[in-house]
């Protein structure tokens, strides 16, 4: 039996912690197959518990681990998680510091497409690079290297002899229902949803894999072009496991494609209604599934899904059709108005700092934004992971080669036509213009559940607004801070 621990990057930026801390459920699969294998396994949540590189150097002194794992891992995603990858390998740094024979891994979409660049610096302290889906890699991993063997498992990346080695992949797990979460291992006060009425928040999947094209997202390709699903039947039960044993107020779907097939969602739906669990749920989805969903959004609602987000991402054809998206302007309205006739809170993202953009082109998108109105706008900043296709598109333009900073906030392209300082500053200018008129909106709104929410997460959103945008040029009162809510 070997000791391993699973470590989270200690990475915070401004953006989905704002408003919650979410579970590391990526690490939490992969504690769990540890554990089916006989072994001893630790989670420590560093980027949750708001700790730094000594507080897990000291968790590796006491532990002494045999291996430490690590992820590029963030909150409700792995598709965009390049941001944490300088200090993902930072951690393997303390833990050959503490212990050179201890055996450092790597695992998640940067590393899975980007082992080259990682292992071919040999300052990083990566021992196995995991490609790819890890629960079975690991388990065959763990059982391998004190035999000697750990060269030989599929899915794994290294080094030898000053090469780099990719082994063919691991096939993917056919039953993902025979995976068991190590629930246990995680600290459950540190995860709260902090939108009103707030509680504990726990994240879980229902399916793995995508088969949309999007330019700027891996998951199509981390997944190799594969979907598969739970039965709803245990995703029921798994959550009512964790609503008994934990106090569960809030769940969010982090699969990308949970809606995929209609006959199994609304399988999904019933028995969340059927089970009346009285909890919340925020799910992400395609806006045409939205659309072919229109005579069971209601179910929706009954079910407790109370927030759901979708990529509207440019009013633009042209850029949408550069993403491939494979949406229009118009389903994205039609999708919002559905869901705000529906009840549900409706949150929609509007990419801006493309190569092409000019204050003209902003100033659309804020306007878009308006338009479709969803009750949520966030503006994230075109962001090339260097595994996606938009990479090769915008290489020229690209300026920021920090990863760290790949965090969808900081501008990392240069357009044509304007500056990088003046992509921050539009992006200031998004933000305190869509929420100048949407705070008035909501304020409009009769007491209620949906103004309550919405309230308490424009004051999150804009809480210490002011280090992170530059809103110098948005042409809005330098004081509209969250005094301005404080009123209402």
Avoid at 71 to 80: E, F, N, S
Avoid at 201 to 217: K, P, V, Y
Avoid at 389 to 394: G, K, L, R, S, V
Avoid at 414 to 424: G, W
């Amino acid at each position: 039996m070997s000791k391993i621990l699973f470590v989270t990057a200690p990475y915070h930026c401004w953006g989905v912690q704002v408003v919650g801390k979410w579970p590391p459920l990526h690490l939490a699969y992969l504690a769990g197959a540890a554990l089916e294998a006989g072994h001893e396994a630790r989670i420590f949540d560093a980027m949750n518990k708001g700790l730094g590189f000594g507080d897990i150097r000291g968790e590796i002194e006491r532990f002494q681990p045999d291996f430490v794992m690590t992820l590029d891992y963030l909150p409700v995603t792995g598709a965009i998680s390049t941001a944490t990858v300088p200090d993902a390998l930072r951690i393997l740094d303390v833990a050959k510091e503490v212990n050179p024979a201890i055996v450092t891994l790597l695992g998640g979409p940067h590393p899975t497409f980007m082992f080259g660049e990682i292992l071919e610096d040999g300052n990083n302290h990566v021992d196995y690079i995991l490609k790819g889906e890890p629960e079975q890699t690991l388990k065959q991993l763990l059982a391998a290297i004190p035999e000697g063997k750990g060269k030989d498992v599929k899915g794994i990346a290294y080094r030898e002899e000053g090469n780099v080695v990719s082994n063919a992949n691991q096939p993917h797990i056919v039953e993902l229902d025979s995976l068991n979460p190590a629930w246990h291992l995680l600290d459950w006060d540190d995860y709260q949803y902090r939108v009103a009425p707030g509680g504990r928040m726990a994240s879980i999947l229902t399916s793995r894999g995508c088969d949309m094209e999007c330019a700027f997202c891996s998951q199509r390709m981390f997944w190799r072009e594969d979907w598969r699903c739970r039965k709803p039947e245990n995703v029921i039960n798994e959550m009512a496991h964790l609503i008994e044993t934990y106090n569960i107020s809030f769940f969010t779907l982090i699969d990308a494609y949970p809606t995929k097939i209609r006959e199994r969602w609304e399988l999904f739906l019933d028995l969340l209604i059927e089970r009346k669990f009285g909890v919340q749920l925020l799910i992400e989805t395609r806006v045409e599934d939205i659309i072919r969903d229109a005579d069971i959004l209601h179910k929706y609602a009954e079910a407790g899904i109370i927030h759901i987000y979708i990529g509207a991402e440019s009013a633009d054809k042209d850029t949408l059709n550069s993403l491939n998206k494979g949406t229009s302007f118009e389903q994205n309205k039609q999708a919002l108005d559905l869901c705000r006739d529906a009840g549900i809170i409706t949150e929609a993202s509007f990419m801006i700092g493309f190569p092409n953009e000019t204050w003209d082109s902003i100033d659309s998108t804020i306007e878009s934004a308006k338009y479709l109105n969803p009750d949520i706008a966030v503006f994230p900043v075109v962001t090339p992971m260097p595994f996606t296709p938009i990479h090769a598109d915008m290489k020229d333009r690209i300026r920021v080669w920090d990863y760290s900073k790949y965090n969808l906030v900081t501008p990392i392209v240069e357009p044509f036509e304007m500056s990088m300082d003046e992509i921050t500053q539009a992006l200031g200018t998004c933000y305190m213009k869509f929420y100048t008129d949407k705070v008035q909106e909501i304020v409009a709104l009769e007491d209620g559940f949906k103004r309550r929410y919405m309230m308490s997460a424009f004051k999150l959103m804009m809480k210490d607004h002011g280090k992170h945008f530059d809103f110098s040029a948005s042409g809005m009162p330098m004081h509209f801070t969250t005094d301005a809510f404080v009123s209402y």
